[in-house]
């Protein structure tokens, strides 16, 4: 891995007072199609803290991407964002604190703009299909930049050509005038990620940032982000369906389950001890590269619901081992603490 | 970038080969031979001829050999800038060709600008603004155009200046400058006449090109890259205008090169209608008196013409588009 | 070749060629597969595993003969003792044979034809083969589908009514339907949910166990294939780089790639993140891939010899294959 | 609120079950049902060629038949009541010459009542060339009562007084046909040339690519107006209709071929192509059991689509008076009439064959683009 030295670019943002940076409430945002109403995210409660990593875990469908796009509020149409708060602090000045409500604040508006790629930066799992094809690397990240920056051309390019660097880039100089198409998909991403960070940002939303990518590739990206935020203190928000690399890049854990957090807890909770009968299954029916071979794996029944399918009650309930008749399909559970720093939504355990 | 466009300019010599040998087809196709019938032509207008001359004139063309040996000859003569006699008017092809060549190309330009000037921003405010009341209109119209043939919207253009306005937009020029030479009044009464040609020509091709611009933008509007630019923070029409357009454009681009031999055709037609002083109306006439010498070095011309267009458009494209020239 | 072996694959080559310019020169020469040779046993599971551009899916296309082999022998054991290569065999001469080994394939919505039910489906190697008349095709489809864990009613219904993990196990009961000895699955589980992941996984392994079953298993996922192998071959930019079972493979890898791909994949275990050697630099590229051994420009134990030449496949343990260099000097750590 | 929960599911269950085991065609059909314009241009379409094969029945007098002492009527409209009754009739015209223009001019007179009736009794034909009628959808009442002139013309009469509408009517005939058979011949060669491109690949599909490329780039109209010109003068009528019919497709199937050629490339690609493959079916099977059912139906659209493209040329070549000639009967050789401007001003109505043309094309058009967005019944729903 290129150990080159600290970039002047980077900034530390190292504060934490104990206040979340971030705080998702109550987040509704809804898919009106011609079919119906998708509740893609029903009700999605979840805090980043300054530094640390949000590891935010659910199948497909399960309105993981969407929650993160609500927060920058570039859902796709015809989504919308329908009820909820995004408490976001921005530092106006040393130790001074403004807290905003993003969903208040218009979508196409500068100061959602400036937040938006500037303070906090989102990047996608598709290294290669997210940049234009027919614009070069540098074109594309110089332009972040000065969105956000008032530096000159100049400035702007050496800037990136130093980001380039920094993110294990090969001949950056030159890479900058080339278009994406040559670039491999670990490469497009670590591009990617030098946009993202060369703004400065104090939240890093990475969705599926490795799951197009080969093994070796994603342990290379995993490090580096893992390198970026030890040195810039921005916090993350990591989206996946891999349990493997929440362990490894995750401080908290949020498990989604068709547009609900069904769990929240520290990582290593999470692991120790799930409380939610769909992470419980989930962590039992994962293939392990150190488990014994050929040994049947306990797996979940059923099969996730089309959003437009969902059921009544607790989503999870008819998949679930402990479902009770009468209640797991009429009511639907809160998330309530069930230990300390640990949060559920199942009727297993009082308060939900 | 080299070896593409050497592929296009192969094509391109291909096709006009394959033209030459289509419209040297055209010329021989009726029955009896060109001097046949060039001398029939003669002789009903009062002229003798012998029969020495005659065979004279079939040496000339190579008559009585082998077709390809005709044909080398038709082309050697054309290479020589000989495109032959018409018999119609008893002068050279060039010199009835001559200027109306050049009004053909002007046409067939203006038209193409007028189909880029209106379709793209039509297209590309019908995709970003999909299903809003200015959408389905812009839909609609675009339907309409494409359905209604040029030549019966040159009719209809015609019905209404006559019983509107009481005047005939037929031609290209105001009587004073038919023929007069070329002059700064000229060119102005020119364009003026041009104005409502190139609408009823462009119609079509602009519903065309509207619905591909927006069927295109909305297919690069879904793309990864787009919500990567809206990530960064760009305001929406800044980013739709340098990321998904500027994609979108490609095809459209592409596009103009199968647009242009249209506009080249339908301007025959229109033409005709109009009584526009352009090639159509000459071709219409050598076609239906057999004038085939005219007819076939007229279809040969506009075969040229299309495939420079289409060139020129590819060149345009592989400037444009880094993944072309990479093909 | 022992009355064991179901497969063996002998020095199997696929070569693609590049093309560029105005007259289609062939400008060079990818090397999707470049001498695999390996051996499968009645009743056990064979895994392909690597990257992408590993040669992995070649490997089990030649087997089936969706493309055609540049090079090397494919040996097949018919149920009656026949040996055939199938490599060499001719498309018509080989229809009949077919119905003995089947696929399984990776993406469970483009695997079913959507203008079929799921018994015109299920039911195609039957009819192919001639197999039974339309009652019998009905009660062995019907069969299949409770087998694969789906109702049998649900034969008259479309694909499109099925979910993925749904749709896979139609595409298994498809490849079970003529009886088949050797089922080549093409990353059967990538496409699948892991909710759903481990639900097919185990029918594969009850079926195996039920029907005596041999597999070729592909796949990208090391923890799958621990899962489901009785031997694993790892592959590296169309080579072989090591053969062994899934235990010792991966408790203690000989090549210094399998190393780094052990080290690579994340583990669903918070509490013993220790810091992994992962290899530098990314994988080779087919069409113009480096001298010698080809993952030298990235192999921390990298000498002389491994830039120069390639390093031959050999048993240095019993069941443990492997190719490189150094195999036996080097002690890897995961 | 609950106890409606368990009558939701039930009906989401019924139609999840019809879903389920609907085939193809029925998604496409339902699919297509909710493009109401396409519907519409559908409905169109079959009325056109309703009016195509009972084009007799639908005409009021001979197409042929003309007399000058009725030449440029104008249209005349039907008078629904008469007095307060209901009595269809039209106004008797008097003709007389203008004696500084020498034009023809007519004045209703509404005191002469020529009744209107449905089926009513007019010239004899044979209905689909088998049945021997004389009967009419509509027409005078009793028509031995009247002189020449005094009859309905809806849509006036030509310079030779012959009747408009029923020309027009029988003009659907060839125009609507021209382009059915026309797409018919386009898609026999685009489907086995575009099939041997896309199926077997390598040299050959390389050949009839570059073909297609190059006929692409030929300007059409001035090669078709050379074609159709060199056609020998003394040709009849049906030979005419079709040497212009394949004139017209001669350069039509270039698309097809690329649809059919892009579909075989695509589908190649398909894992359940390889799976019949590696079944055990033979190349006949692939190919007619799941290659082409599983294109046939965005064939079907894009064939739609181009028909339009050949009534239009048809329509142009006879207009310029290089494609079918008098006493053939086609939309384009009815506009004919309409190429100089005084035609346009003194007889305006001789236009009107414009509107089925532009209808037809129209239709067509709609019909075409439902199709297509329902030949894909699994691409995403847009809402």
Redesign the interface.
């Given at each position: 891995m290129s150990q080159s030295t600290r970039s002047e670019a980077v900034a530390s943002h190292k504060i934490d007072n104990g206040a979340p940076l971030l705080e998702v409430k109550n987040l509704h945002t809804h898919f009106f199609t011609g079919e119906g109403v998708v509740l893609a995210v029903d009700g999605a409660n979840f805090e980043v803290h300054a530094g640390k990593t949000l590891g935010l875990v659910g199948e497909s469908g399960c309105g993981k991407s969407v929650a993160a796009k609500s927060i920058l509020q570039i859902v796709d149409k015809p989504g919308r964002v329908v009820d909820g708060e995004i408490i976001y602090s921005s530092q106006v000045s040393a130790g001074q604190e403004v807290r905003r409500d993003l969903l208040r604040l218009d979508a196409g508006g500068a100061e959602m703009r400036a937040i938006r790629g500037g303070e906090i930066s989102m990047i996608f799992q598709e290294p290669m299909s997210s940049f234009s094809p027919v614009h070069t690397v540098g074109n594309q990240l110089t332009e972040a930049i000065q969105l956000h920056t008032e530096m000159s051309d100049k400035e702007a390019n050496e800037t990136a050509i130093q980001w380039l660097s920094h993110v294990g880039i090969p001949n950056p100089t030159q890479r900058l005038n080339e278009f994406p198409y040559r670039l491999s998909g670990g490469q497009c991403q670590r591009a990617m990620i030098a946009m993202a960070l060369s703004t400065n940002p104090r939240i890093l939303i990475a969705d599926e940032p490795t799951t197009a990518l080969d093994v070796t590739t994603q342990a290379q990206i995993l490090n580096l982000l893992q390198r970026l935020q030890a040195e810039t203190g921005m916090a993350m928000i990591f989206i996946t369906h891999d349990l493997g690399v929440i362990a490894e890049v995750a401080d908290e854990v949020a498990v989604m389950y068709l547009g609900r957090i069904v769990e929240k807890a520290p990582v290593k909770e999470i692991f120790r001890n799930p409380k939610h009968p769909y992470t419980k299954a989930l962590l039992t029916s994962i293939p392990r590269i150190d488990a014994q071979p050929r040994e049947r794996l306990p797996s979940i029944k059923g099969s996730i619901p089309h959003p437009q399918n969902r059921p009544s009650g607790c989503p999870f309930h008819p998949r679930c081992p402990a479902f009770i008749a009468g209640t797991c399909d009429v009511k639907e559970p809160q998330l309530a603490a069930v230990g300390e720093n640990h949060q559920a939504s199942c009727f297993l355990y009082p308060g939900c | 970038m080299l070896g593409y466009l050497i592929r296009r300019i192969t094509y391109g010599i291909v096709t006009i080969f394959a033209v030459s040998v289509l419209s040297f087809l055209i010329i021989q196709l009726p029955p009896g031979d060109y001097v046949t019938s060039y001398i029939a032509a003669l002789e009903a207008q009062g002229d003798d001829v012998s029969a020495e001359e005659a065979e004279t004139l079939r040496a000339y063309f190579g008559l009585g050999q082998p077709p390809y040996v005709q044909y080398g000859k038709w082309m050697y003569q054309i290479a020589q800038g000989n495109l032959g006699l018409s018999f119609q008017y008893r002068v050279p092809v060039t010199e009835v060709i001559g200027e109306r060549m050049l009004l053909t190309i002007i046409l067939a330009l203006g038209s193409v600008v007028f189909v880029w000037i209106t379709a793209i921003p039509i297209g590309i405010f019908s995709a970003v603004r999909q299903y809003s009341i200015q959408d389905y209109i812009a839909t609609t119209l675009g339907f309409i155009g494409l359905a209604v043939p040029d030549f019966l919207l040159a009719l209809v253009m015609m019905y209404l200046a006559w019983d509107w306005w009481g005047f005939s937009i037929g031609g290209l020029f105001s009587q004073e400058y038919a023929a007069a030479p070329w002059s700064l009044g000229r060119v102005v009464d020119l364009l003026q006449h041009m104005i409502i040609p190139i609408i009823v020509l462009g119609t079509a091709g602009t519903a065309s090109l509207i619905r591909i611009t927006r069927a295109n933008l909305l297919d690069e509007l879904r793309k990864p890259y787009v919500v990567t630019a809206r990530a960064k923070g760009m305001t929406e029409w800044q980013l739709i205008l340098k990321y998904p357009v500027r994609l979108a454009l490609n095809p459209v681009i592409s596009l103009t090169a199968y647009i242009f031999p249209f506009l080249v055709s339908g301007s025959i037609i229109v033409s005709v209608v109009l009584s526009l002083p352009t090639l159509g109306p000459v071709l219409l006439r050598s076609l239906l008196s057999q004038d085939m010498f005219l007819a076939g070095a007229i279809i040969l011309l506009i075969g040229v013409m299309t495939v420079v267009g289409t060139l020129l458009s590819d060149i345009l494209l592989g400037l444009v588009d880094p993944r072309v020239r990479l093909e | 070749m022992n009355n064991e072996t179901v497969l063996q694959v002998n020095n199997l080559k696929k070569y693609y060629p590049v093309e560029a310019g105005f007259l289609k020169r062939q400008v060079g020469t990818v090397r999707a597969v470049d001498d695999v040779s390996f051996a499968i046993r009645q009743g056990e599971t064979v895994s392909l595993v690597g990257e992408s551009g590993c040669g992995k899916t070649t490997t089990s296309r030649c087997i089936v003969r969706a493309v055609d082999p540049t090079d090397g022998e494919i040996l097949y054991r018919r149920e009656n003792g026949e040996i055939i290569d199938l490599a060499k065999i001719s498309q018509g001469d080989l229809r009949p044979i077919r119905r003995e080994f089947q696929m399984v394939f990776q993406d469970p919505f483009s695997s079913l034809n959507p203008r079929m039910t799921i018994y015109e489906i299920i039911s195609e190697p039957l009819r192919v083969h001639n197999i039974g008349n339309q009652r019998e095709r009905e009660d062995r489809v019907a069969d299949l589908l409770q087998r694969v864990g789906l109702r049998a009613e649900y034969m008259r219904r479309f694909p499109h009514a099925f979910s993925g993990g749904q749709r896979q196990r139609i595409g298994i009961a498809r490849a079970l339907a003529a009886s088949p000895r050797l089922i080549i699955a093409d990353e059967p589980v990538s496409a699948l949910d892991v909710s759903v992941q481990a639900q097919v996984l185990n029918l594969m392994m009850d079926l195996q166990d039920e029907f005596g079953l041999t597999y070729l298993f592909v796949a990208h996922d090391l923890s799958v294939v621990n899962q489901i192998s009785n031997t694993v071959l790892v592959m590296y930019v169309g080579r072989v780089a090591e053969i062994g079972p899934p235990l010792e493979l991966f408790r203690r890898p000989l090549h210094p790639y399998t190393a780094a791909l052990i080290a690579s994949v994340p583990k669903p275990d918070p509490f013993n993140l220790q810091d992994r050697v992962i290899p530098e630099g990314e994988i080779a590229n087919p069409a113009n891939p480096p001298s010698g051994c080809y993952f030298h420009p990235r192999c921390p134990f990298v000498v002389d010899i491994c830039k120069q030449e390639a390093p031959p496949l050999e048993e240095i343990e019993p069941g443990r294959f492997v190719s490189c260099h150094r195999a036996r000097e080097i002690e890897l750590v995961v | 609120m609950?106890q409606e929960?368990p009558n939701e599911n039930v009906e989401?269950k019924l139609l999840?079950d019809r879903?389920?085991?609907?085939?193809?065609r029925q998604?496409i059909w339902w699919r297509f049902r909710r493009h109401k314009v396409a519907l519409a241009g559908l409905v169109v379409v079959i009325c056109f060629y309703l009016a195509a094969l009972g084009g007799e029945f639908l005409a009021v007098s001979d197409p042929t038949a003309g007399r000058s002492a009725r030449a440029v009527v104008p249209p005349q409209p039907i008078h629904l009541f008469d007095e307060g009754s209901f009595s269809p009739h039209v106004c008797a015209v008097e003709g007389s010459r203008d004696l500084y223009t020498l034009q023809k001019t007519y004045e209703a007179d509404c005191t002469q009542k020529i009744g209107v009736r449905f089926f009513a009794e007019g010239f004899d034909y044979k209905f689909l060339g088998l049945i021997p009628s004389n009967r009419h959808l509509i027409g005078v009442s009793e028509p031995e009562e009247y002189k020449s002139e005094e009859y309905i013309f809806l849509l006036g009469t030509d310079v030779q007084g012959r009747d408009l509408y029923s020309r027009i009517i029988y003009g659907t005939r060839s125009s609507m046909t021209i382009g059915l058979i026309g797409v018919t011949m386009s898609l026999a060669l685009g489907i086995t040339l575009g099939g041997i491109s896309g199926f077997f690949g390598g040299v050959l599909d390389n050949v009839i690519q570059?073909t297609i490329?190059?006929?692409?780039?030929?300007?059409?109209?001035?090669?078709w107006?050379?074609?159709a010109?060199?056609l020998?003068a003394d040709w009849s009528i049906l030979q005419l209709y079709f040497a212009i019919t394949i004139i017209v497709s001669l350069f039509a199937w270039t698309d097809l071929a690329r649809v059919v050629r892009g579909r075989f490339l695509a589908m190649r690609e398909?894992?359940?192509v390889?799976?019949?493959?590696?079944?055990?079916?033979?190349w006949q099977?692939i190919i007619f059991r799941?290659m082409v059912?599983?294109f046939y139906s965005h064939l079907i659209a894009s064939a739609t689509l181009a028909i339009?493209f050949m009534i239009?040329s048809e329509?142009?070549l006879s207009?310029?008076?290089?494609g079918l000639r008098p006493p053939a009967i086609s939309w384009g050789v009815l506009?004919q009439a309409?190429?100089n401007?005084q035609a346009?001003?003194l007889t305006?109505w001789l236009?009107f064959p414009?509107v089925p043309?532009?209808v037809a094309?129209?239709a067509l058009?709609?019909m075409g683009d439902g199709l297509r967005d329902a030949a894909d019944?699994?691409s995403a729903?847009?809402?």
């Open positions: - | - | - | 609950s929960i989401v999840e879903v389920s085991v609907a085939s193809q998604l570059r490329e190059i006929i692409r780039s030929i300007p059409t109209i001035p090669l107006m050379g074609l010109a060199a020998p398909e894992d359940f390889t799976a019949a493959l590696v079944a055990g079916a033979p099977d799941h059912p599983s339009p239009i329509t142009a207009f310029l008076g290089l506009l309409t190429q401007v346009i001003a305006p236009m414009a043309v532009i094309i129209l058009n709609f019944p699994y729903v847009e809402s």
